[in-house]
């Protein structure tokens, strides 16, 4: 079984475009999660999907951020109009059921830097 | 809220010494606490978790936590460092999202 995939691995944008990052959780995996890792936060973080629930928006930093996953599978993180701080690792991590008790496991992030 | 802290930004050990990496969480409730290392350039892979039982537990490349009630901490522990550890370990707790210590830098010496 392949792991959580990423992809890109970087992208570099300039600032005010807009930017999607893709995310492949483990198969059978019902629960997908996105987080930032940056120099001055740390890790944390943004989103939730879990199964066919309404997805847990509540560490997204800004409305410029939404995601959505499709089929219950790939999700799409996708920032608008970037700004310079959103320059960070975006990582996606899936786990079996979402309990908090589950193990996650993490893809090898995208890298993303807003000249 | 449920939160970790590591208190150290980073541990020196020679290659061959015992490693301790410290956590200490605050939690209402049941901890269910973990420990993830990230290699350069990697994402973070799983080394083990407390979910309940036994105080003392085993992971992945000979890594093992102790869990302490009475101190609130998850100590990570390895008896015999490897330069091959050189990493950036975190701590975290679960609360269906995971919130992260925010990291020590392991460096093992030759």
């Known amino acids: 079984g392949a792991g959580v995939s990423q992809s890109p691995s970087n992208k570099v944008t300039e600032k005010g475009k807009d930017v999607e990052l893709r995310c492949d959780p483990i198969?059978?995996?019902?629960?997908l999660y996105w987080y930032r890792q940056s120099l001055g936060q740390g890790l944390e973080f943004l989103i939730y999907?879990?199964?066919?629930?309404?997805?847990?928006k509540s560490g997204l930093p800004s409305d410029r951020f939404s995601a959505e996953r499709t089929g219950g599978s790939v999700s799409t993180l996708t920032i608008q109009r970037t700004q310079q701080e959103d320059s960070a690792v975006y990582l996606c991590?899936?786990?079996?059921?979402?309990?908090?008790?589950?193990?996650?496991?993490f893809g090898p992030g995208t890298r993303l830097t807003v000249l | 809220a449920q939160s970790v802290a590591q208190p150290e930004d980073q541990v020196n050990v020679a290659e061959g010494n015992p490693l301790t990496v410290k956590c200490t969480y605050s939690?209402?409730?049941?901890?269910?606490l973990f420990w993830y290392v990230q290699y350069p350039n990697r994402g973070l892979q799983f080394l083990l978790k407390?979910?309940?039982?036994?105080?003392l537990v085993k992971g992945s490349y000979g890594f093992e936590a102790e869990f302490n009630k009475s101190q609130t901490s998850f100590h990570l522990k390895k008896p015999s460092a490897l330069v091959s550890d050189s990493a950036l370990y975190f701590c975290?707790?679960?609360?269906?999202?995971?919130?992260f210590g925010a990291g020590t830098t392991v460096t093992v010496r030759a």
């Open positions: 975290a707790v679960d609360d269906y999202k995971l919130s």
């Open positions: 991590a899936s786990s079996f059921s979402g309990l908090d008790t589950d193990t996650q496991y």
């Open positions: 198969s059978g995996h019902t629960a």
């Open positions: 939690v209402s409730g049941n901890p269910y």
């Open positions: 999907f879990q199964g066919n629930s309404a997805p847990d």
């Open positions: 407390y979910i309940t039982g036994d105080n």
